[in-house]
């Protein structure tokens, strides 16, 4: 049994990881700003779960340490740490707030790295732990419209390498996870804008609305985390999802000049691309209405 700590677990990817990771057998503690607004409670009430429910805001230095504190305070260690916690906004660089961009770094990065630093300094002088940090496939394909978000991710990939190398004499391992689309409510919590300058947003929500037909659950990605907990999983970076490989294999294929021109070719040519990867998005890009972020996603544990 290992004690687990998760970030972001109010919803999405952090309450599926937090349920799956619980139902294998260990203790966790699951960790959100405000616990009402979460299924988790009642979940844990119903189902009997080892998971014991924090307050932490990964934007708060003392909310983190007291989170921290109380899970040493009651098991004397944390064996993994998973940073989970994240926002989205999404848009032109030219077109959205700077607010938007501090918002999503402060989280994604600065969050992450809080937690990091909050653990670190146990783990190291027992001489294990493994710290779990997830990621996006957009951290390492940068595409337009996601000037806020990918920039956080692939400053996360980074730190991760960099403290992997670190650390990695005192016994402790980093792991990324790489998920691709998942459904989950950050599609309805980010910042989206439907009014442009820039006409090719249509087709990256397009995309995105395509993408989440597939209806592809938070509990893919909490298998993924459970793999690398439980041993299974010795890689460094772990894509997440049917489509997380897929397009990222495509990317690394591709030239960069290629990969910037492809924003300058016609819609037609553009929809037959996407189609080819079974991707519908000609409905959307005829109908931009159909687009709709705010359905709810369901739970799942995986």
């Keep these: 049994m290992s004690v687990v700590l998760i970030t972001g677990c109010s919803t999405g ?26 299924e988790l409670p009642a979940i844990v009430t119903k189902e009997l779960l080892p998971i014991d429910i924090l307050l932490l805001d990964v934007n708060d230095e003392a909310s983190i340490q007291k989170a921290v504190k109380q899970v040493m305070d009651q098991e004397g260690f944390i064996d993994v740490l998973v940073n989970n916690a994240g926002t989205v906004a999404v848009g032109a660089v030219e077109e959205l707030p700077l607010k938007a961009f501090q918002s999503d770094m402060e989280t994604n990065y600065f969050g992450t790295l809080r937690c990091i630093k909050a653990v670190l300094p146990s783990m190291r002088e027992k001489g294990r732990g493994i710290i779990i940090n997830v990621s996006s496939i957009a951290g390492k394909i940068y595409g337009h419209f996601h000037g806020s978000y990918a920039p956080t991710k692939a400053a996360v990939e980074a730190l991760s390498e960099c403290l992997a190398q670190e650390v990695q004499p005192f016994g402790i391992r980093v792991a990324l996870v790489e998920p691709g689309v998942i459904e989950t409510p950050i599609f309805s919590k980010g910042e989206v804008s439907f009014e442009t300058r820039y006409p090719n947003f249509k087709r990256f929500l397009s995309f995105f609305a395509a993408s989440l037909e597939s209806h592809v659950q938070p509990g893919v990605v909490a298998n993924v985390v459970a793999e690398i907990i439980e041993g299974k999983s010795k890689k460094f970076r772990n894509p997440a999802g049917p489509d997380a490989a897929p ?12 990969w910037l021109a492809s924003t300058s070719i016609d819609d037609e ?18 109908n931009p209405a159909l687009i709709d972020f705010k359905k709810p996603a369901p739970v799942s544990a995986g």
Excluded: F
């Excluded at 799956?20 to 203790?27: D, E, I, P, R």
């Excluded at 990222?248 to 000049?257: K, T």
């Excluded at 040519?269 to 519908?280: D, G, V």
């Design 13 to 38: 990817i952090g309450l599926a990881t937090a349920l799956h990771v619980a139902k294998q057998g260990n203790k966790v503690y699951a960790t959100m700003r405000d616990p009402s607004k979460s």
């Design 269 to 286: 040519t553009w929809i037959s691309a996407m189609e080819s990867m079974h991707l519908h998005v000609r409905q959307y890009m005829e």
């Design 247 to 258: 397009l990222l294999q495509w990317r690394a294929s591709q030239p960069d000049e290629d």
